[in-house]
């Protein structure tokens, strides 16, 4: 089976799960600055969901280039991960009309921590496929998921405390995919040579 | 004529099916753990309804990966198909916002019976365009899309004894088609060889 | 400049259009057949511009598969295509919503006459370009375009005396174009050859 | 890394957010032309950001176009173009529906400005990393970039005076863009040469 197809549906379904998030910016009905001040939450919550949508497809990317071919299994191990995804928008309206009240917030961490494990089985469905020792082995000792899922079952509980906790730990699992990742790009480097 | 823009177009519907159902999960008023237990309905028949699109994607892929030119039937059967799909998101919002009622369950039920059959249809088509005989006779002898049509056919009026009957064989029609389609793996990788 | 990414982005524009139509089918309240019946004219009208713009998308992959190389310009008229076409929705809502009243039914022929008057310009336009005498000669006696423009504005009008007269004259256009345009077929296979 | 994916993905975003921005033309629930007029101010305004979203995507087609690899720099230089973009079906809608007031012109033409030097970031991105110093040449001296911020610059206080002149500028930035980068074409084919 040929991953051209799976690329270009997982772009599709992600293009307007980034896209359709704008709509949760709904037009205000006055026209003064102060008419877009109630937005302001709402408006955060969209910039936080579109960079991390932005990471998984860019992880996406790399991952998949990887790849050379897919089989059924790794199919709908990308199909689960779409799914959690689906749900940002979601999550992002609820938390960021709800100026980032206790349980939004942890339902956006519970549905980050979903496409997070997701994101490692799709991962290592792919090495397992490929019988990639390589990609295995760099994916297998790839610390940035450990402490995605670390930071994310921590963030979950410190909502409680206090939501800007929570809010914290997020960015700085978004921050800590940012930087590009040497070792994967080392891979598809040594591949082409 | 080539089969790469039809695909394309074919993902680009299927991705928006997929990603506009979501539109239907509204975000709540309130901030608590009950305010969602609304949703719960309408986030069941999402699910239901991702992991269906999800095995016509998959199969429609299969199905066309196995094809190697299309006619102006073939187009026209793919966009029959994709009608069907395109009520999708319509009845799992019906059924999904109203707990599951008689009427809207069985309008679901009809909805992926149409379905069923625009597949049905457009394996033919394909298999005839072909003339290949392998892949006619696979599709011709599958017993999954039979199968398919008969469990839709007893779904649909059981939904007035109990919707719950219903509902469990739409549920046994995704877990057939869950597992992957060997006869037809079989003949791309024949193909290949 | 090369047209693959001409192609993506219509097929992107295309798919969404065709898909977010469905939207305009609005979720009923009750759960009785009887509360389906409002939707009648809505899914009517939603049937209609489903064909039409799937007669618009085959149009559109044929021509470009007679194409070799765009321009400046056929970009810019592929743009004003689809802009037209972007419009559909928007009719087919208010057409449905208002049960085929008088200056709905004027309003949609009016959007498909310029569509229509948009491929015309980028059929040309494309002609032009390749200095293809073959596919200008085609196009040039295309007597479809021709009858499609003749048909769009006499149903206009016609709407004043009986809307059932234009949507009857919309239905022909459709059934003009949905059968396979024999000659670009042809022109086509000869340049395989 | 390759280029196909990520200009997949753009195409993706770039086709739905030129076609979300239709949703705001809102079905009115008249059916007489007067019914319409209350949309001219948001039909007015949708053509204006569909011929920019559209010159965008042509410009974006171009600059690619001339690209061989890219890099996460430039990957991430594209997220924040899309992200510019995104906001564009936003400040449209509050534009339109509140016909051309001082302080959504003035939001409008932000969002533009912001867009641009996006805009500006990718395509110095992209000659940096192509090392191409004909490209870098060409595009450094783009006139057309520094006078469009220097128009959105401009624009922006002119609001305050009266909106009109805000939407003349922008009008004028569109049609310097709409006439086809002629030096961008050259070093192209010289490419290709």
């Known amino acids: 089976m040929e991953k051209n197809r799976l690329e270009a549906f997982s772009d599709g379904v ?10 949760e910016l709904k037009v205000p009905h006055g026209i003064e ?16 969901s579109f960079l991390y949508v932005g990471v998984y497809w860019n992880n996406h990317h790399h991952m998949l280039q990887a790849t050379k071919r897919i089989s059924g299994r ?22 960021g009309e709800n100026n980032f009240a206790t349980i ?22 792919l090495a397992h496929h490929e019988k990639n020792t390589e990609l295995a082995n760099a994916l297998g000792r790839d610390w940035k998921a450990v402490i995605s899922l670390l930071f994310y079952i921590c963030a979950i509980p ?7 906790l929570s809010i914290l730990l997020y960015i700085i699992v978004f ?14 480097n040594s591949y082409k040579k």
Chains 1, 2, 3, 4 share one sequence.
């Open 33 to 48: 600055w102060n008419d877009l001040m109630s937005l302001v939450p709402v408006f955060f919550s969209y910039v936080m």
């Open 74 to 95: 790794i199919l709908w191990a990308n199909m689960h991960l779409l799914f959690w995804l689906s749900l940002v928008p979601f999550v992002t309206g609820w938390m």
């Open 14 to 23: 992600i293009a307007i799960i980034i896209t359709i998030m704008v709509l």
């Open 104 to 125: 939004p917030v942890v339902l956006y961490g519970m549905v980050l921590l979903m496409a997070a494990i997701a994101y490692y089985i799709l991962a290592r469905s």
């Open 175 to 188: 921050v800590v995919w940012f930087v590009p990742d040497i070792r994967v790009e080392k891979i598809i």
């Open 158 to 164: 410190l909502a409680f405390i206090h939501t800007s």
